[in-house]
């Protein structure tokens, strides 16, 4: 008995001696939580109830030359209801009026929302959804109705806001304007304009404070945020509106007309290198199987990233050399062989059956002879081809411009000493094959013939502006002061002229105002559908007018449809050529509406051109904003620093400072809509 007695003492005394240490690992835990680790776990806990939120800036305008917004952002809300912070009494005197007040402004069923704020309420649902996608106009209103005007504790209103980046003129120049997007994998990415100078565009973010309310919900819990945004510079483009309408709809119409697959123009200022207009359009593939009612995207920007065979354009190149190095002059006379010579049992053909018979260097360049071209650069050069190559080198031909626009594409010369340089090499050269380059590095090679040799760097901004200061100008950038002497140049000049004259493009000749340029038609061979096809890439590339160059101009074709025998650059890239020209030089200006392409959302074919007017690049005059949606009005004048009051509701029926005054920052401006 005394020895079962002792072992139920060691039990006790071994239960209380656990029991013990239990509490004195207890009593540790909880001295090491509260002074050793009470601030981590309160840390802790105030992140999972309480934590800060980025507000996005707002990116600065994206303007073209003359004023017009190419890119604003537009601010969008979205309106929520925490329906346990109102009070009992509160909640019941307000809510008949909030149901009634969004009824007529969402144009729903007041009864019907009365019955879902009621259903809420009794669900203490913490983020019912009242609204999305609100323009200010409207969140003001809702921020003003019964309930909700009594703020976000009181009244429960919850506010979220987002950014929407707009295209005012719709799609044109979309792809060089450009975008900034987050990839599924959360890093960012962009093209155009609005990724190269995304530094100035984006503004620095800012911070809302907001306390969890429930799972995966959000409110904040102040009016005013932790860090307010700043808002990005403006970005003033180099585009021109009225000439991008030209040289759009001028591309496009002949897209249509020959069912082509893609295409680009470039029109550039020819002193300064300023871009003043680019389109790059390319077939829907849903409508590729379509005839000439196929709609086309700005999807690619091919004038910068598409690297391919020029053709004929490229014997600019042949004819400088050869008068650089005086190995000939374009006097000199050549038998074109019935339009048929052969190298290392390749042959080169003329476009022209039979040939041109005995014809100058200069008539060879103008009705584009290929064997007249061949024969000038092989006999000059087949012993010494790294002397003709190096040209081209130094013209600038073998590398990139350069640009701050991403994806440009990368030009191709074969050279003497590579592996790839062959027999054919030098002779297929000098007819545009077996060399690659984009069509704006072929214009500013062209474009510095028409600038008396000085090569300019394509520029596609001028400045970046803070409301009317500068921050930053771009200036003209010369890649070459001198490609060629003045000897060569005035040779040059002279020829193409005649090319349109009484050469290949004597088609393009107008009394009426003067062109220079030389036509282009390459034939490619690539994998399409399964197998090895042929197609055309038809081209133009001068300057106007001939005798004082202002613009230069390329046109590029791909594909037009060859029923006709009709795919020559002439034929296909040459009349857009001259419809810019003759447009800039001989009709009146007038900003046509733009039609949104896009087909796939009928929605966004709606031009936003109609509504605004050109906003002046000192940013203080006042734009003319009647007949505007408010949202819109209100969006466009905010961004330019004015303080707007509204009256009623939908488009903008007058404003109280009239368009044209300048006004300084912070003016207050009165809106009446209709």
């Not at 399409?528 to 055309?536: F, L, V």
């Not at 791909?558 to 002439?570: D, I, K, L, R, V």
Request: net charge positive; aromatic share 10%; with cysteine.
């Amino acid at each position: 008995m005394a020895v079962e007695d002792k072992n139920i003492s060691y039990r006790m005394y071994l239960v209380a001696f656990a029991i013990f240490m239990m509490a004195v690992a207890v009593t540790f835990k909880l001295t090491k939580i509260q002074w050793s680790e009470g601030e981590y776990y309160r840390k802790l806990a105030k992140e999972r109830t309480v934590k800060n939120f980025v507000i996005p800036a707002n990116k600065g305008n994206i303007y073209s030359a003359d004023g017009s917004l190419l890119a604003t952002s537009i601010p969008k809300y979205t309106i929520r209801f925490d329906a346990v912070a109102p009070k009992t009494e509160a909640f019941d005197k307000n809510v008949r009026s909030l149901a009634d007040s969004l009824g007529k402004l969402l144009k729903k069923s007041s009864g019907e929302l009365y019955n879902n704020l009621r259903k809420a309420r009794a669900n203490k649902s913490r983020y019912f959804l009242v609204a999305r996608d609100l323009s200010y106009t409207d969140y003001m209103k809702i921020k003003g109705f019964p309930l909700f005007n009594l703020g976000a504790y009181k009244g429960g209103m919850i506010t979220e806001q987002k950014t929407v980046r707009e295209h005012p003129i719709g799609k044109i120049a979309e792809r060089t304007i450009g975008y900034e997007r987050k990839t599924p994998n959360g890093s960012l990415d962009g093209k155009g304009i609005e990724w190269a100078f995304r530094q100035y565009l984006n503004g620095k973010d800012g911070k809302v404070l907001k306390q969890k309310i429930a799972k995966g919900q959000w409110k904040p819990i102040r009016d005013v945020n932790e860090v307010e945004p700043q808002d990005g510079y403006d970005v003033i483009s180099t585009i021109d509106v009225y000439i991008q309408d030209i040289a759009h709809h001028a591309l496009l119409k002949q897209l249509r007309q020959y069912n082509a697959d893609h295409g680009c123009v470039v029109v550039m200022e020819t002193k300064t290198g300023k871009v003043k207009a680019i389109s790059n359009l390319g077939k829907n593939p849903a409508s590729a199987n379509k005839a000439a009612d196929s709609t086309y995207f700005e999807t690619t920007n091919y004038a910068i990233a598409e690297s391919h065979e020029p053709g004929s354009t490229y014997k600019l190149a042949d004819l400088m050399a050869l008068l650089e190095d005086k190995k000939i002059d374009t006097s000199a006379v050549f038998d074109s062989y019935g339009g048929i010579i052969t190298y290392s049992g390749k042959k080169v053909r003329d476009s022209h059956e039979g040939g041109y018979g005995r014809i100058s260097l200069a008539r060879g360049f103008e009705v584009s002879s290929n064997t007249v071209l061949v024969q000038a650069v092989y006999n000059s050069y087949k012993s010494e081809p790294e002397k003709f190559v190096n040209h081209l080198n130094n013209f600038g031909l073998n590398k990139p411009l350069g640009l701050p626009i991403k994806g440009e594409g990368i030009p191709y010369i074969p050279q003497p000493d590579s592996p790839r340089w062959s027999a054919i090499s030098l002779p297929w050269m000098a007819f545009g094959y077996g060399v690659s380059i984009t069509p704006l590095q072929t214009l500013a090679f062209y474009n510095a013939v028409a600038n008396n040799g000085e090569m300019v760097k394509p520029q596609f901004v001028s400045e970046i502006k803070e409301w009317n200061k500068t921050i930053k100008k771009f200036n003209k950038e010369v890649i070459n002061p001198r490609v060629c002497s003045q000897e060569t140049i005035d040779k040059l000049k002279a020829v193409m002229q005649n090319v349109v004259k009484k050469g290949t493009g004597s088609k393009l000749y107008s009394k009426d105002f003067s062109m220079a340029g030389k036509t282009g038609t390459a034939q490619a061979n690539y994998a399409k559908n399964g197998g090895t096809e042929k197609h055309y890439i038809s081209s133009f590339v001068g300057y106007f007018p001939a005798d004082d160059p202002k613009y230069s101009c390329i046109v590029v074709v791909h594909e037009p449809n060859t029923s006709n025998n009709n795919y020559y650059g002439a034929d296909v890239a040459g009349p857009v050529f001259k419809r810019i020209a003759q447009k800039i030089f001989t009709d009146a200006p007038s900003m046509n509406e733009i039609k949104n392409l896009n087909q796939k959302n009928p929605q966004q074919e709606k031009s936003y051109s109609k509504y605004y007017s050109k906003v002046q690049n000192t940013k203080n005059i006042i734009p003319n904003v009647k007949g505007m949606p408010g949202m819109d009005a209100i969006a466009l004048l905010g961004n330019l620093g004015l303080n707007i009051r509204v009256k009623g509701t939908g488009k903008v029926k007058s404003q109280s400072i009239q368009p044209g005054q300048i006004f300084t920052k912070k003016t207050t401006i009165l809106l009446e809509l209709s």
